[in-house]
């Protein structure tokens, strides 16, 4: 038997069918098919209060949108945020079609020129991730006679410990080497281009609030260190994120209070402060990955040597990190339930199979459950983030599953499938 992790805590406590923002699961199904991807708007805004509430007001709140791209979600989320963070020309469309072009920034490595120009023209911050990046912003905004608004991504010499991801102190595709840029940020304000000042990201998924603290309080010395050497006070630091969710069994929830009040120490004591600049925040999965649920429906019980399988009609093209195939090393499971059986013990060991034909296609392994059979509801959770756009949905062709949005203020057809996402 091997351990799920904790299914979050709007489900936990619930009995029976499983409801999800107050509507059952299987009558969610019923609607709109299965597998079905639900996101609940309500558990969003329940963890931007959070934010809100422990983080110093000065803190301006960014969605990392390639968490959850989809545009009711963005749309839910926008007006709740102060900016939204993109990394493709598509999310930057996205993004303008619910947020003013001054909200968003532009991040990631090999903006194209059409993109570099799509940006410059709506009038969005290009996060420049190189050099050559800045001078073909220049050039392009030289072209349009736009002066593009620019902030340059640092690679910082720092990296943030325990995170899942690391993406500082070592040589990096993301982000412009701490020591080049001072001269850079000269170029950029000698060349007359709108300078909006550094966006700093150690890394991702961290759960230790202590190594958090560091990583920003070490954030904000190096924006104050960078200022000093290039000649000019950022008008905006962004402190990256990094806020990570339990996953796992072991894994416990971040201690967002805790961060909020160093950093509110940290920035009171930070010469920027004095000197006028602001802060934010960018957060994809602590934001929306507790909101979203995936529910699949069981196909198939069999036996096998000794071993129960319960065979479901999604998989891994849908819900690709609950496979342990995004980015983990070591497969562990997510937190899964009978979505009819809330609350009740388990009663075997069973393995969750997704219906595609790989070994890979496991969407919990040798865990307790209580009985699940043919036309039962499996409920996946954390799905609201780096799910279906982050699965490889096309993998063995079956249909895109519908996507429901609670709580959302704008309806979009969930048959419109993930192209038109
Ligand atoms: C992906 C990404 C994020 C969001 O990361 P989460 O772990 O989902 O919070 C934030 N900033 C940058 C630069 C990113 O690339």
Not at 346 to 368: F, H, K, Q
């Amino acid at each position: 038997m091997k351990p799920i992790g904790p299914i979050p805590p709007e489900f936990v406590g619930q009995s029976g069918m499983l409801t999800i923002g107050g509507e059952r699961a299987d009558a969610l199904v019923t609607a709109h098919g299965s597998p079905l991807f639900v996101y609940d708007l309500a558990i969003v805004a329940a963890r931007i209060a959070r934010f809100r509430a422990a983080m110093p007001a000065a803190v301006a709140l960014h969605y990392a949108v390639k968490a959850n791209p989809h545009p009711a979600v963005i749309a839910g989320i926008a007006h709740l945020v102060e900016g939204l963070d993109v990394a493709s020309v598509g999310e930057l469309a996205k993004a303008l079609a619910v947020k003013p072009a001054h909200a968003i920034s532009f991040a990631g490595p090999g903006k194209r020129d059409a993109e570099l120009e799509a940006a410059i023209v709506a009038g969005a911050t290009l996060n420049a991730e190189s050099a050559g990046e800045v001078r073909r912003a220049l050039a392009t905004g030289e072209r349009l006679g736009i002066a593009p608004r620019l902030a340059v991504r640092v690679n910082p010499d720092l990296e943030l410990r325990g995170s899942g991801m690391k993406m500082g102190g070592r040589a990096s595709p993301f982000g412009v080497d701490a020591e080049r840029v001072p001269e850079l940020v000269r170029t950029i304000v000698g060349a007359g281009a709108d300078w909006r000042g550094f966006h700093i990201f150690a890394g991702s998924q961290a759960l230790d609030a202590g190594a958090l603290v560091e990583t920003q309080a070490a954030t904000l010395t190096l924006a104050a260190r960078l200022a000093d050497e290039s000649g000019h006070v950022p008008s905006k630091v962004n402190l990256g994120g990094g806020f990570g969710i339990p996953h796992f069994a072991g894994d416990r929830a971040l201690d967002v209070e805790r961060i909020g009040a160093a950093l509110g120490e940290a920035l009171a004591a930070s010469a920027l402060t004095a000197a006028g600049t602001t802060y934010a925040i960018e957060l994809g999965r602590w934001l929306v990955g507790e909101a979203g649920v995936y529910l699949t429906r069981v196909v198939d019980r069999k036996e096998s040597r000794g071993e129960t399988f319960v065979v479901v009609d999604g998989g891994l093209h849908h819900q690709l990190a609950a496979s342990g195939n995004f980015g983990t090393v070591v497969r562990r499971n997510y937190p899964v339930a009978v979505a009819g059986r809330m609350g009740e013990p388990g009663d075997g060991e069973a393995s969750v199979v997704g219906c595609l034909c790989t070994p890979l296609d496991r969407l919990a392994d040798r865990v307790a459950l209580p009985p699940a059979d043919e036309g039962d509801l499996v409920a996946v959770f954390i799905a609201g983030a780096y799910g279906l756009s982050a699965s490889p949905a096309a993998f063995l062709g079956h249909p895109v599953p519908a996507e429901v949005v609670l709580g959302s203020r704008t309806v979009i057809p969930a048959e419109a499938g993930i192209q038109n996402r």
